[in-house]
């Protein structure tokens, strides 16, 4: 059995898409003045919290290609502990979810600042019987992912504040084991984001997969700086009769 194309996932999946199709803030005339100035606010690291309070009542789901795609990485990766960075409805952590149930189990930590959204997802993830996979941390990610995460992190989700996605994945890189997926929704909106993982040497193999979607790989630690010391002294230290693995 699959869960993601069984009950009770796949029917809440179909209506929460269909809700969310029927229910776009672009075509929201009490929305306009904020789509007057949509790009700015989708990079903005300073406004990101009045932006999407104003879009508390709107899914902003993942597409229903990207939530196949999330369900297939962490399916097929045998993920077992999972990240995400912003939860909205909770559609995205309902796929992420569904995989982990199908690999066995473990743990999908997922952050949202809007108290309604953080209600409206955890009655949809109870509705699919996955709540028990699942840790919602309500607050801003800048603090609630800032402690407390799995020793290794197989998955990490990119679906929050656009301009933030540096910032997060700072806090989990540590964690991110070789080989983990980090998949980043609307990444053309973060420039610093693309640039990070797609630089030499950053430790990450990065593609985009669509005008939107960026997918990484953590490939290996990003590549040291060199160090400033010479030869001779680097020699000298261990001379010293201090034994090299006291380093």
Do not use: W
């Amino acid at each position: 059995m699959i869960t993601l194309t069984t009950a009770p996932v796949a029917p809440l999946l179909t209506r929460l898409f269909e809700e969310a199709d029927a229910a776009s803030p672009a075509a929201d005339p009490s929305m306009a003045d904020l789509f007057q100035d949509h790009d700015r606010l989708m990079c903005s690291k300073t406004e990101y919290l009045g932006f999407y309070e104003r879009l508390k009542d709107f899914p902003l789901p993942v597409s229903r290609e990207t939530g196949m795609l999330l369900y297939l990485l962490a399916r097929g990766s045998g993920a077992r502990t999972i990240v995400e960075f912003g939860t909205s409805f909770g559609i995205s952590t309902l796929h992420l979810a569904a995989a982990l149930r199908d690999n066995g189990g473990g743990r999908l930590i997922t952050s949202e600042f809007e108290p309604s959204k953080v209600a409206r997802a955890r009655a949809n993830l109870t509705t699919a019987g996955l709540i028990d996979l699942v840790e919602i941390r309500e607050g801003d990610a800048l603090q609630t992912l800032s402690a407390d995460l799995p020793e290794t992190i197989d998955l990490l989700l990119l679906d929050g504040a656009k301009a933030l996605y540096p910032d997060i994945l700072g806090l989990v890189e540590s964690r991110l084991r070789p080989g983990a997926f980090i998949l980043a929704d609307n990444a053309d909106y973060s420039p610093d984001y693309l640039a990070r993982v797609r630089a030499a040497g950053s430790g990450y193999l990065s593609t985009p997969l669509t005008e939107e979607v960026e997918l990484s790989v953590r490939a290996a630690e990003a590549q040291p700086r060199k160090s400033r010391r010479s030869p001779g002294a680097i020699g000298g230290f261990f001379a010293s009769g201090k034994d090299k693995d006291q380093v």
